[in-house]
């Protein structure tokens, strides 16, 4: 009889799901989910309806649910034999009061969302699938900032610590969780309100060295969000062409992004807060933005802010364009 009849490998499933052996070992010995029936006894071989349980227990897990969990969650779909009547679904069965998640990321993530272990689960499976669904999926549940600043942050942050501490190992994890973050972000920002062309934008730009862009992505979103014109120039724009694009688009704010304060220029941040543009008599400067860690320390200088989040510094620019607004229509 060929090894169809019988079921397929453990090597071969994990293959399937994009998993582990170990891994499909270990829910087997841990938690129950393995095989009905084994080869001879011992090994194990799995049958459709094995490798379907095992759909759902990492379905469950990459979603957030604890692997305990979601292993009873999937047991109680398992059909007992002889019994008369559909099984129970698994999105029927209650998973927990708590919005918290246990451990199994292998990242240093501390007490954070369901959703944030979840994406964390797939950013180390390296499942690019799994992660563009939760990212969708928190953005539409939660909003962009609470989802940037609960579930997006803190997974980013947690992948950057471990390769920190790991040699150059998860360096694959940061670059694809990082990607599909920015994708998300992206399609946030172009789904949006639609925009007045003739509105002056925000420039949004990393100060000269400064290669973190998806802080001022997600700042590029929420303001696509409130219907505010952007122009963003990402990373480690040199001075120069800051100072081009200021002048050319006349912008309402700008905000400069510096990670660390060995990037922080607080000359060229005061260098854009006096460009002045526009006809004699009715010049104006844009507001600036110190936007990011780097410039902590510090006190702004007159036509500068420094948010505290992406909450804030949403609040900051909608505030200006309001008052703009007022302004033109007295």
Not at 100 to 114: C, E, K, N
Not at 287 to 294: D, E, H, Q
């Given at each position: 009889m060929s090894d169809s009849a019988h079921g397929i490998t453990t090597g071969a499933v994990a293959r399937r799901l994009g998993v582990s052996p170990t891994t499909v070992r270990s829910w087997d010995?841990?938690?129950?989910?393995?095989?009905?029936?084994?080869?001879?006894?011992?090994?194990r071989r799995w049958s459709p309806e094995d490798i379907a349980m095992l759909e759902e227990m990492c379905r469950l897990t990459a979603s957030g649910v604890p692997p305990a969990e979601a292993a009873r969650a999937v047991q109680r779909t398992r059909p007992v034999p002889g019994a008369a009547g559909p099984a129970a679904s698994p999105q029927d069965v209650p998973l927990g009061s708590t919005g918290?998640?246990?451990?199994?990321?292998?990242?240093?993530?501390?007490?954070?969302?369901?959703e944030c272990r979840g994406l964390a689960r797939a950013?180390?499976?390296l499942d690019g699938p799994a992660m563009e669904r939760m990212l969708q999926e928190v953005l539409a549940e939660h909003g962009l900032v609470t989802a940037w600043e609960e579930i997006m942050a803190p997974t980013l942050h947690a992948v950057g610590r471990k390769w920190e501490s790991s040699g150059d190992r998860y360096v694959e994890v940061e670059h694809l969780l990082s990607w599909h973050v920015s994708t998300a972000l992206r399609r946030a920002a172009v789904t949006g309100p639609a925009v007045a062309s003739s509105a002056a934008p925000v420039v949004l730009a990393c100060v000269p060295g400064e290669q973190h862009t998806l802080p001022l992505e997600a700042f590029a979103a929420g303001l696509a969000e409130q219907g505010l014109p952007t122009r963003m120039f990402g990373a480690?724009?040199?001075?120069?062409a800051l100072d081009a694009a200021v002048r050319r688009s006349g912008p309402a704010a700008v905000a400069l992004w510096s990670q660390a304060r060995s990037t922080a220029n607080h000359a060229l941040a005061q260098h854009?807060?006096?460009t002045a543009f526009g006809v004699r008599g009715a010049r104006t400067a844009p507001?600036?933005?110190?936007?990011?860690?780097?410039w902590l320390g510090r006190t702004p200088a007159p036509g500068m802010v420094r948010p505290t989040g992406?909450?804030?510094?949403?609040?900051?620019?909608?505030?200006?364009y309001g008052a703009q607004a007022g302004s033109a229509e007295a």
């Open positions: 010995q841990r938690y129950g989910i393995g095989p009905a029936v084994r080869a001879d006894g011992r090994h918290r998640a246990g451990p199994g990321s292998g990242l240093p993530l501390g007490d954070v969302r369901q950013a180390v499976r480690a724009v040199p001075a120069e854009v807060a006096a507001l600036v933005l110190l936007a990011g860690p780097g992406l909450r804030e510094a949403i609040g900051v620019v909608s505030r200006l």
